[in-house]
């Protein structure tokens, strides 16, 4: 397992409350799923069983190879439960989160939001699972609650004794 895997396996301490039971699905399989092109429901996602779950977390998806089998393996979960298949997405060829010079608008904005500045410095020195989590956390379809303690736990804030 190379680095890129190895920290993609990690949780971060804003999902702690729904680990254990996956019973959402955590931030590094959404970066899996925008990377090899799928829109994975949530009602999908319940269906599939703890270890199907775990799978998903720890299958790697960071090679050409390993995403396309990543993809087929999804499809194929959730055609074993629907019938179908889930839909797909375009994939970014320049991904916001691989960019680790250029803070997306909306991240900075909802940063001001709470009175932080996130600083081209402190954007580049963020992983990509960190970056791609800041920019989920800011969409208005996700319930972005997390994002404060997003920026806490990456240390992009810091909180007064």
Same mark, same amino acid.
């Given at each position: 397992? =190379?680095? +890129?895997?190895?920290?993609?396996?990690?949780?971060?301490?804003?999902?702690? &409350?729904?680990? &254990?039971?996956?019973?959402?699905? !955590?931030?590094?399989?959404?970066?899996?799923? &925008?990377?090899?092109? $799928?829109?994975?429901?949530?009602? /999908?996602?319940?269906?599939? =069983?703890? /270890?199907?779950?775990?799978?998903?977390?720890? $299958? *790697?998806?960071?090679?050409?190879? @390993? +995403?396309?089998?990543?993809? &087929?393996?999804?499809?194929?979960?959730? $055609? =074993?439960?629907?019938?179908? *298949?889930? @839909?797909?997405? !375009?994939?970014? !060829?320049?991904?916001?989160?691989?960019? @680790?010079?250029? $803070? !997306?608008?909306?991240?900075?904005?909802?940063?001001?939001?709470?009175?932080?500045?996130?600083?081209?410095?402190?954007?580049?020195?963020?992983? *990509? +699972?960190?970056?791609?989590?800041? +920019?989920?956390?800011?969409? *208005?379809?996700?319930? =972005?609650?997390?994002?404060?303690?997003?920026?806490?736990?990456?240390?992009?804030?810091?909180?007064?004794?």
């Amino acid at each position: 397992m =190379n680095k +890129i895997e190895k920290t993609m396996t990690n949780f971060f301490q804003f999902e702690t &409350d729904f680990v &254990d039971s996956l019973r959402c699905i !955590p931030m590094q399989v959404r970066m899996k799923l &925008d990377t090899c092109g $799928i829109k994975l429901n949530l009602s /999908h996602w319940h269906q599939f =069983n703890q /270890h199907e779950r775990q799978q998903l977390v720890e $299958i *790697p998806c960071t090679t050409t190879e @390993s +995403i396309q089998k990543y993809g &087929d393996y999804v499809q194929h979960l959730v $055609i =074993n439960y629907t019938g179908k *298949p889930a @839909s797909n997405l !375009p994939v970014d !060829p320049q991904a916001p989160w691989m960019n @680790s010079q250029v $803070i !997306p608008s909306t991240v900075a904005e909802k940063a001001m939001e709470f009175g932080v500045v996130v600083t081209t410095q402190q954007w580049a020195a963020l992983t *990509p +699972i960190q970056r791609f989590a800041l +920019i989920k956390l800011t969409r *208005p379809s996700h319930e =972005n609650k997390n994002f404060l303690p997003a920026l806490k736990e990456f240390q992009l804030v810091f909180v007064n004794r």
